[in-house]
């Protein structure tokens, strides 16, 4: 997969209280080569802490809109339960890694 491009996402609706969430959002864009099997592009959300000791994704495909993404972004901050469904260890996922080195 090569990547195509990528966009800082802010959450919507937060409050006072979550605006100092400690994590990053961002989408990116991936193409897939002709090799691989699978729809011909791929949308992830990524949200990886400040600290980047902890880092979570969402393929977002099924969000139709930027407004849907970033109200994602906000239940990924306000609700532990949710997020934790999506995040992974850094150590278990070299691609999470080397995106942001």
């Known amino acids: 997969m090569e990547h195509w491009y990528a966009n800082t996402i802010e959450p919507s609706g937060l409050s006072r209280r979550d605006k100092n969430h400690g994590y990053e959002f961002y ?3 991936y ?3 002709a090799s ?3 729809p011909s592009c791929a949308s992830v959300l990524y949200f990886p802490n400040v600290d980047r000791n902890v880092y979570g994704f969402i393929d977002y495909e099924k969000f139709a809109t930027s407004q849907n993404i970033r109200a994602i972004a906000a239940k990924l901050i306000k609700d532990t339960r949710f997020r934790s469904q999506f995040l992974a260890a850094p150590e278990d996922d070299e691609m999470l890694t080397s995106n942001w080195k």
């Open 36 to 38: 691989e099997a699978g």
């Open 27 to 29: 989408t990116v864009m």
């Open 31 to 33: 193409r897939r080569t």
